[in-house]
């Protein structure tokens, strides 16, 4: 455990310790409520050996840290680990320290707090595999591309598109396996690639056009 890490999990076992508890919602019902209601509050889920952690401000969830025995995330790739089945016990926390802690774990695009894993997803070989969040780096000329369409394939299946962000970025949460993949650029030149994800979670770049 890094010393960041460490020191977040202290300060929010003290707070905690002196928090209210509030009562016991599934992700989706926890989210809907406190926005209705504005609270400022820390969720908490824990099974077995991984944790997470949700910070709400002002009804809005404002960070995520997920905990496990590999390592800590924080963020942005904390909220893509949420499956969307998580029952959180939520705790009603002050204004500051809700905003200090999420500070360090800030999600910026909130709509991966609403994403879950689907069920539909195909699984392939008699291992079934494990989930995780794979992200892409769009790259051209050595300069990361805006508004790219990516798509993720098993055989003739596409199980998911989405486009590339500001930063050239776009992330899926799957199984782990290998997939091939397309890219689309605004000019409708389409480029192939193939991805072995095995990991829960991986980030790399892909060159298009060289």
């Given at each position: 455990?890094?010393?960041?890490?460490?020191?977040?999990?202290?300060?929010i076992?003290?707070?905690?310790?002196?928090?209210t508890?509030?009562?016991?919602?599934?992700?989706?019902?926890?989210?809907?409520?406190?926005?209705?209601?504005?609270?400022?509050?820390?969720?908490?889920?824990?099974?077995?050996?991984?944790k997470?952690?949700?910070?709400?401000e002002?009804?809005?969830?404002?960070?995520v840290?997920?905990?496990?025995?590999?390592?800590?995330?924080?963020?942005?790739?904390?909220?893509?680990?949420?499956?969307?089945?998580?029952t959180?016990?939520?705790?009603?926390?002050?204004?500051?320290?809700?905003?200090?802690?999420?500070?360090?774990?800030?999600v910026?695009?909130?709509?991966?707090?609403?994403?879950?894993?689907?069920?539909?997803?195909?699984?392939?070989?008699?291992?079934?595999?494990?989930?995780?969040?794979?992200?892409?780096?769009?790259v051209?000329?050595?300069?990361?591309?805006?508004?790219i369409?990516?798509?993720?394939?098993?055989?003739?299946?596409?199980?998911?598109?989405?486009?590339?962000?500001?930063?050239g970025?776009?992330?899926?949460?799957?199984?782990?396996?290998?997939?091939?993949?397309?890219?689309?650029?605004?000019?409708?030149?389409?480029?192939?690639?193939?991805?072995?994800?095995?990991?829960?979670?991986?980030?790399?770049?892909?060159?298009?056009?060289?």
């Open positions: 455990m890094n010393n960041r890490t460490s020191e977040i999990s202290s300060i076992d003290e707070v905690l310790s002196n928090a508890f509030v009562a016991s919602y599934p992700l989706d019902e926890l989210i809907r409520s406190a926005e209705e209601s504005g609270v400022n509050g820390i969720g908490v889920y824990e099974e077995k050996e991984r997470f952690f949700l910070m709400f002002a009804g809005q969830p404002e960070g840290i997920y905990v496990d025995p590999k390592g800590t995330l924080f963020g942005d790739k904390a909220a893509f680990l949420l499956s969307g089945k998580e959180f016990e939520f705790f009603q926390v002050s204004q500051p320290m809700v905003n200090a802690l999420a500070s360090r774990c800030r910026f695009d909130k709509s991966h707090l609403k994403k879950r894993l689907r069920e539909e997803l195909p699984t392939f070989g008699g291992k079934r595999p494990s989930p995780g969040v794979l992200c892409l780096i769009i051209k000329d050595g300069v990361t591309q805006t508004g369409r990516v798509s993720i394939k098993k055989g003739r299946q596409i199980i998911a598109s989405d486009m590339t962000t500001s930063d970025k776009v992330c899926f949460k799957l199984l782990n396996g290998k997939y091939d993949c397309t890219a689309v650029d605004r000019d409708q030149a389409m480029y192939t690639f193939m991805v072995d994800f095995n990991h829960r979670y991986a980030e790399t770049t892909i060159e298009i056009g060289g």
